[in-house]
């Protein structure tokens, strides 16, 4: 399914899950919140001996946060699958790629890719019959490194 043909066109974001050597998305699912996207940066002091009057900075370390879907549908069980067998074996890693969306629902205006992701948290919502309910209330992956990528064919190329 193309995500120009996805049924969840209300929602604002997509995330594609690509397993180490797919070139087809594990799954694709459609969230209305996303969080965790940031890179944090260490900086080391250093001071040259005798110059006690200045010190240099210069930068280290990336840290990573971990990233928080929320409120989210899929059309499959893909997710939970992944998230099992992560477990089963933890050198599983899989690519993401994390699209944004037009107000359209449809035109691509922002992609990230998240490399050597594991998903850390699946929790659905609390069950209720009057309900309308949605699939996934949070799903949340750690992941080594992200970049901003070109917008898919369509989507503007910033």
Known sequence: M???????????????????????????????ECDGLE???????IREGGANDRAYRVPSVINYSNLSLKRGMTANRELWNWFTQSNADPFLRADAELVMFAED??????????????????????????????????????????????????????
């Open 2 to 32: 193309a995500l120009t043909d996805r049924p969840y066109s209300v929602f604002n974001f997509a995330v594609e899950i690509y397993p180490d050597g797919a070139s087809a998305p594990l799954a694709e699912a459609a969230f209305t």
């Open 39 to 45: 890179m944090t940066m260490d900086v080391q002091t």
């Open 105 to 158: 629902g449809k035109t691509e205006k922002m992609r990230f890719r998240l490399s050597r992701c594991i998903p850390i948290k699946m929790k659905v919502p609390p069950l209720n019959a009057k309900d309308g309910g949605i699939a996934i209330e949070d799903f949340a992956l750690a992941y080594e490194k992200f970049e901003l990528v070109e917008a898919a064919a369509g989507g503007p190329a910033e």
